[in-house]
């Protein structure tokens, strides 16, 4: 089946710091998506791609459907506290009818 | 947003009980919702793909018998987990795709806790 590599695994990073982590994958997306998750909730969507080359800001967020459509990477500027989380990459396949998630990247931001 | 409810948030049953966990879509329709399972510090888990009006589709290694899901309406999907174990606890969490969204797009419920003792 479909295989997500995300990295790095874990992050620990001083406030105000920039963050970048990526997806790839041997296989060709639709739609790669980003989301982040706080202890004990569900995921919250953080940016959708749709498009391959396609550079999506949110914020402080940044993300990018690499030109392949294999691979996609997501930085986060001037970090803060509540930026702590797991965040997870999905990759969506049409042809699959469901997206493929990637391990997470834990990221702890030092005060 | 998107907006996607789950219910209970947490439950605690009895060895041998069997659990229903309720997910809505409150402000979209959503043909397929998506069960998920996780371990502490893990990844997400797809047990199974639930589409309305349709047999669930399961994920390899999940037991159908055993995680029952009905996808009644276009905006509720329900897994009900039977005769619940111990090794059953988790963190189960829902998603509803949304049509609008690119096709793939999903959003995620809230998650419940499901403690066996």
């Known amino acids: 089946g479909q295989q997500l590599n995300q990295s790095p695994q874990s992050m620990f990073i001083q406030e105000g710091e920039d963050v970048s982590m990526n997806c790839t994958s041997s296989s060709i997306f639709n739609t790669w998506l980003w989301y982040k998750q706080d202890p004990g909730e569900g995921p919250v969507l953080l940016i959708a791609l749709y498009k391959a080359g396609e550079l999506t800001s949110n914020g402080r967020l940044t993300a990018q459907f690499g030109t392949t459509r294999k691979d996609s990477f997501l930085n986060i500027s001037a970090s803060i506290p509540s930026d702590v989380g797991i965040y997870f990459c999905?990759?969506?396949?049409?042809?699959?009818?469901?997206?493929?998630f990637g391990d997470g990247t834990t990221l702890t931001v030092k005060p | 947003g998107a907006v996607v409810s789950q219910h209970p948030s947490r439950v605690i049953c009895k060895s041998g009980t069997s659990v229903k966990i309720e997910c809505r879509s409150l402000?979209?329709?959503?043909?397929?919702m998506f069960w998920y399972r996780q371990f502490p510090k893990q990844s997400l888990m797809l047990m199974a793909t639930?589409?309305?009006?349709?047999?669930?589709?399961?994920e390899q290694g999940v037991e159908k018998d055993k995680f029952l899901i009905n996808h009644a309406s276009l905006t509720l999907s329900t897994l009900t987990v039977t005769s619940a174990h111990p090794e059953d606890s988790s963190f189960y969490i829902c998603s509803a795709r949304d049509p609008q969204g690119g096709g793939e797009t999903q959003y995620f419920g809230p998650g419940t806790r499901l403690l066996v003792l």
């Open positions: 639930s589409n309305e009006g349709s047999k669930a589709t399961y």
């Open positions: 999905a990759g969506g396949s049409t042809n699959a009818g469901k997206s493929t």
């Open positions: 402000d979209f329709q959503a043909t397929t």
